[in-house]
């Protein structure tokens, strides 16, 4: 075990450092205006990696020898004795439209950003231990509402606008427990912070002075989150292998400093400021993933997922509902690789398709609202022995529809990874 703790320490957490001193500029950035972020914790990102994305998220069940597999931490053991390092950048670029008094109004908007930096590698045979560092969820939007004040020549402007996100470092480790039976756990260390903003301002024509009233509320959270999972891997026949996997989130009461400033301007005249400061916990709900796949010697596999979420019994730090239905996800792809022992460049290739159904936590009106997606991906492998790789995800779709005062949002997101292979702790041998 020391030679494994010299190996963290020369390798990883140099690479960590450099992230580290980034992390609350680049992992706070998310991908851009989004209303629906307001609810809840925000918007949440992938939790696969590109490879995943490009085969439309599909990864409870599935595993690579070449890739890391951050949504099942019970198949970090299917790895074998290679040490990967993965890195993942993300960017999205979205129009949104909704009809206002009738009238179509539309905003683009274009945002990056780190997807994750990870680390796995073999603690002995049957043991494999992962680190790793991403963005969990983010929140981004800004929107305006200007109305008359009825009887009077007044008008009043209200804002409203959030910012922030929540990150997670992560232990996993996965064992097998048997030939085909794998078992796995997560540690996450959640931390961020968001901060919502609302303010309400009366323009007064008459005598010049305008009057506002404005509410700062900043919710820290930092506390410690799990994930179970398992898999089972019976062999169909010699070329065909069937995979199931799972994994389980419990519910988790997160601990959340809270900061409410409510202040009260007049032009000319001293603010009056009002500070609030608790500390409490906030609910996040229990959520399931189960998946099944079918694998063909390496080149040929598909899959599909399905994930249910209980958002519904999501509670902010004040213990109110969050406004959130329970969510919903169907996932379904493809991935296949011409002949995976040739030795002709192109036959190593791997290319995936994927079709992604997101039923979110979010309504409108009383009606839910639904992502739909499809992704291509593609993965091209480097380096000495071909064993690295750059793989790269494109993911069209849209959410929500243009009725009633729903918001529609059509974007494209793209996606680049690395993964980078090496072999710790070999003998040297000298001739």
Do not use: C
């Not at 950048?89 to 994750?116: D, P």
């Amino acid at each position: 075990m020391l030679i494994i703790y010299k190996r963290i320490r020369q390798t990883l957490l140099p690479s960590l450092l450099a992230v580290a001193v980034t992390s609350p500029v680049i992992l706070a950035q998310g991908l851009g205006n989004s209303p629906y972020s307001a609810l809840g914790i925000g918007e949440l990102y992938s939790s696969g990696n590109v490879t995943n994305m490009g085969m439309g998220g599909v990864g409870i069940s599935n595993a690579s020898s070449f890739y890391l597999n951050l949504q099942n931490p019970a198949l970090l053991a299917r790895r074998t004795r290679f040490t990967v390092f993965e890195v993942g950048l993300i960017g999205e670029t979205k129009s949104l439209s909704q009809y206002v008094s009738n009238s179509l109004q539309s905003q683009r908007a274009t945002a990056g950003n780190l997807g994750y930096l990870a680390l796995a590698f073999p603690a002995n045979s049957r043991w494999n231990i992962a680190v790793g560092l991403k963005p969990y969820t983010y929140v981004n939007y800004s929107t305006q509402q200007r109305t008359a004040i009825p009887g009077e020549t007044y008008t009043a402007e209200y804002n409203y606008t959030g910012s922030g996100g929540l990150n997670k470092a992560t232990f996993s480790n996965g064992v097998r427990i048997t030939k085909n039976i794998y078992a796995g756990v997560e540690a996450s260390f959640l931390f961020g912070n968001i901060t919502y903003s609302s303010d309400s301002k009366v323009n007064t024509d008459v005598t010049q002075t305008d009057v506002s009233v404005t509410h700062l509320n900043r919710v820290n959270y930092s506390d410690v989150v799990w994930k179970l999972g398992a898999a089972w891997r019976p062999k169909l026949s010699d070329n065909w292998t069937l995979n199931l996997g799972a994994t389980y989130d419990p519910q988790t009461r997160v601990k959340a400093t809270q900061t409410d400033i409510y202040q009260k301007n007049y032009i000319g005249a001293i603010a009056d400021t009002l500070r609030l400061n608790s500390d409490s916990r906030a609910t996040f709900p229990h959520q399931m993933n189960f998946g099944i796949s079918l694998e063909k010697n390496n080149t040929l596999l598909v899959g599909v997922d399905v994930g249910f979420q209980q958002w519904s019994q999501f509670r902010t730090p004040d213990n109110r509902s969050g406004n959130l239905m329970d969510g919903m996800n169907i996932a379904a792809g493809v991935e296949y690789t011409p002949k995976a022992n040739s030795n002709r460049y192109r036959d190593l290739i791997t290319y995936r398709l994927g079709f992604q159904y997101n039923r979110l936590p979010y309504s409108v009106n009383g009606q839910q609202i639904n992502d739909i997606n499809g992704s291509l991906g593609l993965s091209l492998p480097l380096g000495s022995y071909l064993v690295n790789h750059v793989s790269l995800a494109i993911v069209g779709g849209q959410r929500g529809v243009l009725t009633g005062t729903q918001i529609r949002e059509q974007y494209v997101r793209l996606a680049l990874g690395f993964s980078l292979n090496d072999w710790w702790f070999r003998k040297q041998v000298i001739d």
